[in-house]
């Protein structure tokens, strides 16, 4: 997962890059067979413990989502942590400094 962030005049811009592979369950592989689903179901944000953005997105996402929010608040140096949660249960967290 990549993350950026950047404060200016008091509100604080993050984007991110996840890499996932977004299986509808729809689709199938070359020998015919259904490619098992498996899509991120839910992102989240937290700058300083405190939640600051949260998502519940499906299937219909593409592959390695980007995905960018903004808040008020945040100083450089200050961390932003993010989690997401696919269909399988799995779950990644990365944490990006603000600049």
């Known amino acids: 997962m990549k993350i950026k962030a950047k404060v200016k005049k008091d509100i604080t811009k993050v ?26 179901t839910e ?30 608040g945040g100083v450089a140096g200050d961390m932003i ?3 997401w949660i696919d269909s399988s249960g799995a779950t990644q967290t990365g944490e990006a400094a603000i600049k």
């Open 15 to 40: 984007k991110m890059l996840i890499k996932h592979a977004m299986e509808t369950g729809r689709r199938k592989d070359q020998d015919g067979n259904v490619i098992p689903r498996l899509y991120i």
């Open 43 to 72: 992102v989240s944000a937290s700058h300083n413990g405190q939640p600051v953005f949260h998502a519940e997105v499906g299937q219909a996402v593409s592959k390695d989502p980007y995905i960018a929010f903004s808040f008020k």
């Open 81 to 83: 942590s993010i989690t």
